[in-house]
């Protein structure tokens, strides 16, 4: 069904006031019945905004809004929509009224249908805020040091030429660091947090970026000076992350670890207001679930099917605990949205492990209570209850070489004192573990929970290479919650019999890696018990 959104802003094609309209006032195609409107994805910035629409001017912006107040990166992109024709444009700012709390967490919940609904998605890559326009001033004219073009009079190989033109026809030869393609995905607003979905969401974009722009769609990719992919790729790698493009043709486990490469994208990325940090990813989640992961029901970033799989993130970076944002400590510990930093996947395996290898966690039921819309309104609570195998006390304990390392190796069981030979350096560096809210990692005994494990070569190993196969363990490092910090957990019933609670409930502090002989793992799979807790 064709998107509506609430509000639209009208660009004066037919000369009048660029003003704000409602969605079902704007005129629809007549061939398709929809609306065409363009989308603007830009920074907000550090600064408060200079434009925004209010319970107080909105009525003044529906009858006109003054080209005098509109700031430049506004204009720019009012002046991109009317040349390519398009009546109207989606700006947030000025489509959603800032000050009314529940129309923003209303219309925040559908950036999947306003992003897909429109028809391009203009992209200001290098603006900082909404005052520094789509076309900024560049140094060097967007040229990076290194960079340069010049003119030539030599033909290029297989050169034909063209109408009017000489085979002594001057060429402008221009010469680029890296790869072009990826270049807008080391641009400004690829650093912010809600322009992950805005890119992922739309079906064409244009990046007004230097010196090139660059245009996307489901087809291709291709630049200004004429660089050209065919075929939008599933990812692409930039030099500070994954850009992130459609993924129409991936299946199964395969799909499920391109959503991981997203997550690990989006963890890199910064808000003006970290408390965003749930709702801007809320569109992508939508879409996923709906086109992708065919009915799989999303528990805050996880999935539901693959949920022992998603549980194996891992903080890569980030801040100590004391200067966490206070919205982190609202979400449930097992939930990557809790990161404090940059959380990765499938760091200790690669592809052909991540689907291959055995998950040992089934989650049972779960429940997850928002105050009003789901993922842009406050959380109220949230748990996951799952089966695994019965859990495990482990001695971990830091030792000065092991913090060379990221995440630092840690000795298991108190092994492991000497690294003479390979033996011995195995066993002394066959642990990794991090903490999720601390960079000191304190020596003593934890209760683990064991997610996954792998047969791994050993010449993937980076520092010890034994000459025997390696099982690897992936598990999470817990920390049990004492029933009187959970009198109540909404929707589960906890009862209490002399002191105890008949549910065991835990909560997530950290994940580990253990490397060790076929039979001699940490964990015992094979006797078939389980047992079940609850995760908060």
């Keep these: 069904m064709p998107c509506r959104p609430l509000r639209l802003v009208h660009v004066g094609l037919d000369d ?25 994805s830009y920074c907000w910035g550090k600064n408060e905004l200079p434009l925004r629409t209010t319970r107080e001017n909105l009525d003044q912006f529906s009858h006109s809004i ?24 989606w700006i947030d700012a000025l489509c959603i009224r800032q000050d009314d ?25 290098e603006s900082e805020d909404s005052t520094s326009g789509c076309f900024p ?9 290194g960079e340069m073009f010049f003119h030539t009079q030599l033909s290029p190989p297989h050169f034909r030429p063209v109408d009017g033109q000489s085979d002594s026809s001057p060429f402008l030869v221009r010469i680029y660091k890296g790869d072009m393609l990826c270049r807008n995905g080391r641009s400004t607003r690829n650093t912010r947090g809600w322009t992950l979905q805005e890119t992922f969401l739309t079906y064409r974009q244009v990046s007004l970026m ?49 959503w991981r490469e997203i997550v690990g994208n989006y963890s890199l990325r910064q808000f003006t207001y970290p408390s965003d940090r749930v709702a801007a990813i809320a569109g992508a989640i939508r879409y996923m679930a709906k086109f992708q992961f065919h009915g799989d029901e999303a528990v805050l970033g996880l999935w539901k099917a693959s949920f022992g799989n998603d549980l194996a993130w891992l903080r890569l970076t ?10 982190v400590h609202k979400l449930p510990s097992w939930a990557w949205l809790a990161s404090p930093g940059s959380a990765i996947y499938n760091f200790w395996y690669y592809l052909e492990d991540r689907i291959s290898g055995e998950s040992h966690i089934a989650l049972l039921n779960h429940r997850i209570t928002w105050t009003n819309t789901p993922y842009t309104s406050p959380l109220l609570s949230a748990w996951a209850r799952v089966e695994c195998l019965p859990l495990r006390e482990i001695e971990l304990h830091p030792f000065p070489a092991g913090a060379r390392y990221n995440p630092p190796c840690v000795r298991v069981f108190g092994e492991g004192t000497a690294d003479s030979d390979d033996d011995a350096r ?103 018990n389980r047992v079940s807790i609850v995760l908060v």
């Design 426 to 528: 195995f066993a002394l560096y066959r642990c990794n573990a991090q903490l999720d809210h601390s960079n000191t990692f304190e020596g003593g005994r934890y209760t683990c929970m064991l997610i996954r494990s792998i047969r791994v070569s050993p010449d993937s190993l980076r520092v010890a290479k034994p000459a025997f196969a390696i099982v690897r363990e992936v598990f999470l490092i817990l920390q049990k919650v004492e029933l009187k910090a959970v009198e109540r957990i909404e929707g589960l019933q906890v009862t209490r019999e002399e002191g105890e609670s008949d549910i065991l409930v835990y909560k997530r502090i950290g994940i580990a890696k253990l490397d060790s002989r076929p039979g001699e793992g940490a964990f015992d799979t094979e006797t078939g």
């Design 137 to 145: 001033e560049k140094e060097r004219g967007g040229f990076e040091a």
């Design 66 to 89: 003054s080209p005098e107040i509109i700031p430049a990166t506004f204009a720019d992109a009012l002046w991109v929509t009317r040349r390519l024709g398009i009546p109207y444009i």
């Design 16 to 40: 009048t006031p660029v003003r704000l309209i409602l969605g079902e006032e704007a005129s629809t195609n007549a061939a398709t019945g929809s609306i065409e409107y363009a989308t603007l």
């Design 318 to 327: 980030g801040p100590d605990e004391s200067i966490v944002p206070q919205s």
């Design 101 to 125: 709390d529940s129309e923003w967490q209303v219309e925040a919940s559908r950036m999947d249908e306003i992003y897909s609904g429109s028809q391009i998605t203009i992209a200001a890559e």
């Design 210 to 258: 230097s010196p090139d722009i660059h245009w996307a769609c489901k087809e291709l990719h291709t630049t200004e000076c004429g660089v050209t992919q065919r075929g939008r790729p599933t990812l692409q790698q930039a030099e500070w992350g994954w850009v992130v493009q459609h993924v129409p043709y991936l299946h199964g486990e395969h799909i499920k670890n391109s």
